[in-house]
Each structure stands twice: as structure tokens, then as C-alpha cells.
């Protein structure tokens, strides 16, 4: 079932060690089918040169496998709280990708510091709280995707416009309409991560891009008047 | 038409990755026929594994396409404000190198820290402002060029001297004889910008490289009394 | 004699380079044989592309070679002190990988700043005091392994819940249930030396890992409640 | 003529790039044949793709081109002076490579801050004064070789157990007993450039290495006791 999809998924995943966002087996990549409201994920803790498209395992909203006959990545409990809460959600990336995760252990949200970042997130990518020892022994990846939706709501967010987000002490998670953007997404968190730290090394003082800026840079790309690329 | 200028063109667009100087399609080349005062430029949002020299597209001076079934590059009307202001460019490239972009989102100038930058820039390599409201909506990326013809002006800078620029909270565009001279200052400001970063990391009293040695090395690489290489 | 382990000290040497933790010579793995009490270990200098599984070294606890034409590592005795302390080590890793080395030689031990951390390390990785002018006399790579021995039992630290250390002004050390998990471990140690800087850099006030947070993820993975992987 | 000499200085030109301490042709590599008191030096500016061993250049130790078709680095006065002083000296680099130029920009001494250091600079690589006008219009390339040697001899310093200067706001050069010895010693110079930059960001009151430490390295692989390697 879902072969296309889990041709996807396993494709997105192997683009994570491509784009230099993961070590060994530290990242996961998942893409939904809403019809079905079933998504694709990764097995956990298998090699990415041993791995095949049929490994992937086929998992419904509440974390259940309905097929694969690999253990379903560690962090599948939040993606599915994801998918089930977010209808606009197509894929979803976890990494600990080393930039963004250096924020993340800062306990910092990465700042719009330029046209870069501005490109593709409508504001700064948030960083969450730590989870209490109670969300942690009720279940501490579904507790991880509440602690994610408990942020956007706090800060009144839309999902897709800033489509990721730094857990606190841990790594980033980013989404998009597909596996392939959630990926992207992350390719850019991670390097405007790297930006704006330097940035703000090298001049304390530097500002955030002006409003104006970003919202001509994040509308020439996104939404009805965009005017990037071929269509 | 221009099938030789549309394979430079090409060639320097895929240089790009090769240095690490984009991700994705962050990153555009053109190259100016100076006869026909058209330029060839990279279409927009397309792979560079995907792009043939053919999918190149032509443009006169005012950003209308001559050629081509694909949209140019997004930034084509800053392309050819340079081109039609500055009869001595013939190639531009626009990148989000880090490094350049760390010190453009710092909305600093990159001072000349040593030899490296002296070899090639015969100055500091300036930052320009942020474009205004009513730049933004008079046309962004027209406007872009202006603000960079009106950086230069105000200072009194030579174009070809000071082959590059940073725009504030952007990215770096720099421009060479041709696209191939082009993509290498792009490789020395890239460069250059890690590099003087740390050293005022490592020494913030590091000194500015004395203006004798500035000229030491600008002139034995440039100008009529140029020893370097091999002419 | 032992050609296995030999293939495996072999293949976990290259990867040494592969990871970016070695330049040239500058590393070496060896794995023990409990049931003989000999260990296979790197020869001494010799280049990573011409090196041969047959190159390999047999070595007993006392630091004597007992097979192999070649010298062994001059690390060697560093290694056989260990496996003769430590009857849970199995494989051992030296590098001078970059970001380590840097925690290495500023003296300070890897604080716990995140799950990266955690996932693998439960609780910092201690750095040594430097060896005095009599250790050095005595026997500098074999009192090396002993001032390593210190740290662990005068700090009370489980020598498989940390398997790493810093040695002061030198380099790091790792180990781990066999040679490939070392060196995974040693990749570790690097990614978060990397992390855990610049976390700080960007944050000087940034909080180590709750406790709860590094319980829990080292124990999703280490001991008998672990459900991380495939089994 | 020296056939074999010019095909090791080409590999070992061809080993910048592959260690990552050039881009383009930023760098050079010659080498000595005290026989013939003539050397054998990269030409200027050619590509390192497009370079065959035949296009090295012999040239004597007053600088004069003795055999080659092409002119050669434009570094090669400075070279020469080197050779020329110094007897113990077999092949010589210089490169702008990032970390070491940090330093060099910077203008201070790289400290001996661990033993990756100490396995191969006995001591600080000392960074020189600044040319003066008088020294750039007598001949920039000699009196740079002549400005090497001051620093060495106000410093008292052995030039084969510091085999290697940075050149205030230039860059390195490093040198060996041939060529291949000569870029290794540049490989460690970057590499300690970057690591020990790194441990003073991170601990202001990072330590330089005790001297006991320094010796004990420096001395396991070099002189009469060695004990590093093969022999």
C-alpha cells in the first residue's frame, strides 16, 4: 500500500545525509496520505545504505502500524499528533541538524535576520519550553508534538507560513506540503541558524530585517501574487 | 542566438555549487553581449542538475526576454540596471554565500584584513541601506540596482576596483569582465568574509591591512603593471 | 590469529577518515578478545590507503606484540591499560578530532546541553588534569590510560554510561562494547564538542539538560527499557 | 632536467587543494636540489587541473628561471631567499589558507595550546612585523623571504623544529625536508590555527601546554628517540 508514497519518503530520507543534515541514523523523514489519514516513516535505527523503499513503515494518526514489518522511528508518536491536529501538513522532518540544534540548546528562537531566512519563514522559528516530568512519563514523543501545537497556538502561528520549530534542548522538527519541501525546510533552517548566529557575533547590534522586507520577500515567493520560479 | 555566451552562462551557473556557494537554485549568473546590449541569465527556480545551456534566457537592457521559453531569474531587472549603468561590467552573479551574507545581515562593510581580499578587492567591499517602502513598491528588484549604483556613487568607488557588494539583510552580488570573473570574486568575498570575521574573533584590535601593502598586492595582479600569471 | 577482529579493527580505522575525525595517521582504533586476552590495534604511522587488514597488530595486556611485523600505535600501552582495568571494553578509539580537541584543550569537560548529548553519553564528558613531569618519566602512554582511571573513579562514573573522556591539552579518548561503536561514539563526542561551543557562544546563559530530559533519553536507548532501533 | 623533482613538487602542488588549503591557484609548492643548488617551483597562475609536471619551473637560488616554458610563481623570490639561508631546508608552501590566515590577519603568534601542535611546531609559530614601504619597493617577494629570517633569528628559533611563519596580514608558509614533509606541515598549521582560535573562544584562560608536555611530544617524534612511526 502507499508505494509511491513510501518511494517518497524513502527518497526525502536519503536526501537528509546528501544535504549533510544528519550522522548515521539520527534524522526521520514522514509524508501522509489524508485520504487515508495514514503517513509513511522511516524504521527506526536503520542504516540509510541498507535501507529500501519497502522498509518504510505505514503508520495511522493515533501511532498504530497498519503495515511494515520494521519498528517504526522512535519519534513516530510526533508526527502523528502532527498530522492528526495540522490537515495542512504533508511531510515532516526531525534532524538534529547541527546549527539549528545549537539554538535549540540556547534556548533561543532564530530571529529574521535576512532575506534568506525570509524566503521561507513568515517570522522567527520558535523555540519551545522543556517538557515537565509529568509530559515526559505520559509519553514523551506524542507530549513532544502537544508541546509543539501549545507553542504555535501561544504565539498565534500559522503552521505553514513558519514551518518549523526548535524543541528546547533538543533539535529541530520542520514541515511542508510534502516530504520533499519538509526537507527543504529544513536545508534552510539550518543554514539561516548558522547566518544569524555569525551575524549577531560579528555585530551585536545587527538589526532584524525590517518588516517591509520581509514581507516582500516572503510574498514573492509564497501565496497568490508569488512570482518566483516557472508557474 | 548567443549560443556561446548562453554556455559560459551555463558553465558559471553550475560553478556555483561547485565553490559552495549555493544551496538549491540560491544563486543566478548572467553574462552581457555588449554589441547587441543583451544579457543571458539563469531561468528561475530551476535544478542544476535538471538545467541545459539552451534553458538559458535572453534579455535586453530593460529586463524584457528576448529568448527563452522559461522565466529568467527573479532578480533579472537588478541584472540589467547594472549592465545598462556600468558599461564596464560583463558578468554578475548573485549568491547567498554564508559568509558574505553574515557580514551583509550584519550590515557591516568587509574591511581589507589582508592579502587574500587586497588581491582582488582594492577596498573595503561596501554594505549597502535598506530599501524603502516606496523602493519596495516602485519595483524591488530595479530599485535593488539603484541602491547599489547609488552606494558606489556616494563613495566614489570604482566599479571594477571593488568588484562586489553586500546588500543589507541580503546577500552579496559581485560582477567581473566576464561570468567567469564573476563566480571567482564571488569565491574571494565568500572567502575573505570567513576570514575577517575571525580574525576580529581572534584579535579585536586586529589592524587593517596599511594601505601600502593594499597596493603592493592590488597592483601586482591588476593594471598595466601586473606580474602575476601568465601575462 | 584473530583475523576477524582484525578486518573489524581494520574497517573501523577507515572510518575514522570517512567521519572527517583523522588527517593523515592521526588516530587509531583497537578491539579486544576477552577470551584470549590479546587486542588488535593500528600500526603506528602507517598511511590509511595502503593499510591492510594482515597490517593490523596483536598486542597483549602488558602493551607486548604477540603478532604482526609492523610497530604498534604509539598509543598502545594508553589502550592495553584500559582493557585491563575496564573488563566491559571492547573496542577503543583516539583521535584528535577538531572539536573535541578544542574542549581538550581549553579544560573543560563536555557539559550536557542536549539530547544529542544524552542519546549517547549519560552525564558530561570529563576532561583529565594535565600528567606530572614523574608520569611522563614513568611511562607517558601507560600512565595516560592510568590518569584516565583516575578521573573515572575519583568523579564515581560508569565507565559504559560515559564512554569517552578529554585528556588535558591533548586529545579526546572513546570506547565502546566493541570497535564500530567507539567510533560511532568518538563521532558523537565530536558532533556535540561542536554543539555544545557554540551553544554557549550564542548563549552564555544557556541551561544544561534538565535531568529528566537526559534520563529519559538515554534510557529510551541504553538498558533493558530501551526501544530504540529494531530490537 | 631534476624530472623526479618536478613530479613530486606537481603532487605536492596537487595536495593543496585535496587537503583543502587552496582554492583556485592560491598557493605553491617547490622544492630543492642542494646538488645543483637549483630548485623547482609551480608556475603563476595555472590551473591545477590543467598543470602537468612538465610545466614546473627550474629556477636558481638568486631567483632566475633556469628551465620552463612558463613563468613562475610570483612567490618564487621568497623562496628563494629561504633556500638560500637556510641549508636544512628541502621544499617550501605557502598557501592562504583559512585558519592560518585568521591568525596572520590578526597578527599574533599561534600559541602551543596541545599536542597536535606539539607533535610538530616545537614551540609558538611566530607571526612577523609588517613590510615596510622601503622593503615593498626594494622587492616585495625577497624582502618577505628576508622578513622570515629576522623573525627567526630575533627569536632565537631553530627553523626545522618551528618549520613555519605566518606573514601579518598575508598569510603562511611552512617548510619541511622535501616537499611532501613541507605540506603535511602546512596541514597541521591550519588545523591547530583553527583548533586553537576555538579553545581560547571557548575558555579565555585556556592554558598554553606545560612545557614537559611540548618535549615529551615534540621529542617521541623527532631526533635520536623517536619512537613515532615505522623506524
Chains 1, 2, 3, 4 share one sequence.
Not at 522498509?55 to 492528526?84: C, I, Q, W
Not at 501565496?223 to 520560479?229: T, V
Request: proline share 4%.
Amino acid at each position: 500500500m502507499l508505494e509511491q508514497l513510501k518511494e517518497e519518503v524513502f527518497q526525502a530520507n536519503l536526501d537528509l545525509p546528501k544535504h549533510g543534515l544528519v550522522k548515521y541514523t539520527w534524522g526521520n523523514v514522514s509524508a501522509v496520505d489524508r485520504a487515508s489519514r495514514l503517513f509513511v516513516i522511516k524504521p527506526s535505527g536503520v542504516h540509510y545504505d541498507k535501507m529500501k523503499p519497502s522498509d518504510m513503515v505505514v503508520v495511522d494518526f493515533d501511532g498504530n502500524v497498519v503495515e511494515g514489518d520494521l519498528r517504526p522511528s522512535s519519534d513516530t508518536p510526533t508526527h502523528a499528533v502532527l498530522y492528526k491536529h495540522y490537515a495542512e501538513i504533508g511531510g515532516i522532518v526531525h534532524t538534529h541538524s547541527t546549527w539549528a540544534t545549537v539554538w535549540a540548546q540556547a534556548g533561543l528562537d532564530v530571529p529574521v535576520m535576512g532575506t534568506t531566512h525570509a524566503d521561507t519563514f513568515y517570522g522567527s522559528v520558535p523555540c519551545t519550553r522543556f517538557l515537565t516530568q509529568e509530559e515526559i512519563d505520559t509519553g514523551y514523543e506524542a507530549e513532544t508534538g502537544r508541546v509543539i501545537i501549545e507553542t504555535f497556538e501561544q504565539r498565534g502561528l500559522d503552521i505553514m507560513a513558519v514551518p518549523g520549530v526548535l524543541l528546547k534542548g533538543h533539535a529541530p522538527f520542520t514541515w511542508g506540503k510534502d516530504a520533499h519541501s519538509a526537507v527543504m525546510n529544513s536545508v534552510v533552517l539550518e543554514e539561516v541558524s548558522k547566518m544569524n548566529l555569525f551575524a549577531r557575533e560579528l555585530n551585536h547590534f545587527a538589526e532584524e530585517l525590517p518588516q517591509r522586507i520581509l514581507d516582500k520577500h516572503y510574498l514573492r515567493k509564497h501565496g497568490k501574487d508569488a512570482y518566483y520560479g516557472q508557474k
